[in-house]
């Protein structure tokens, strides 16, 4: 495996193999219903040992983020649609609607959106773009006078994981989560 800086390791041919093979069954078990993601099971299905798996992901959190780098790449081209917005916020609004969404269809990707850590340098980058669209956003709707002051990107995603904490510990009724959502988005308005 040979390392370029700045960049990702690239990986021998038979090595990617078995990490799109690995990827693959992961994303076979989790349609399945299965998301346990045992290392030794997904081994054993993608015909590879144990240790292959561990090199490719440390850890479970390492598989379920490369599991999430498509959900990833979708939300950086919605954040990117919601600065081309001429209504910063409503582009935020829709942003924020999109990434619920997907929040609460994969635990998986929720998880490594709340994360501190990444396991990846790819991650990070695309939080960091994310994170710079929703300050723009946040900018542009106070200039408006439409948004409360002080908020930051990351209040605003720590807001709506506890919207989507909120909507799973319930019994996940859609009305719910347009109404969760709603309050939010009626809290980032300034006070009257």
Do not use: W
Not at 57 to 72: D, I, K, T
Not at 144 to 155: I, K
């Amino acid at each position: 495996m040979r390392q370029r800086a700045g960049q990702a390791p690239v990986l021998r041919a038979d090595a990617a193999r078995n990490r799109d093979r690995i990827l693959r069954v992961a994303r076979e078990q989790l349609a399945a219903g299965d998301d346990s993601l045992q290392f030794n099971a997904l081994a054993r299905l993608a015909g590879v040992g144990v240790g292959t798996i561990y090199r490719h992901f440390p850890n479970r959190h390492a598989l379920v983020e490369a599991l999430s780098v498509e959900r990833f790449q979708e939300l950086v081209g919605q954040a990117r649609a919601a600065v081309a917005a001429e209504d910063a916020l409503a582009g935020l609004h829709s942003l924020l609607r999109f990434a619920l969404d997907r929040a609460l269809d994969d635990p998986g990707f929720a998880a490594v959106l709340e994360s501190a850590d990444d396991a990846e340098a790819q991650t990070s980058q695309m939080k960091s773009e994310i994170d710079r669209s929703i300050t723009e956003l946040l900018d542009r709707a106070r200039l408006a006078g439409v948004l409360r002051s002080g908020l930051e990107a990351d209040d605003v995603r720590r807001l709506l994981c506890g919207v989507e904490h909120a909507v799973r510990s319930g019994d996940s009724d859609p009305r719910r989560r347009e109404l969760y959502l709603g309050v939010l988005l009626e809290g980032l308005r300034p006070t009257r």
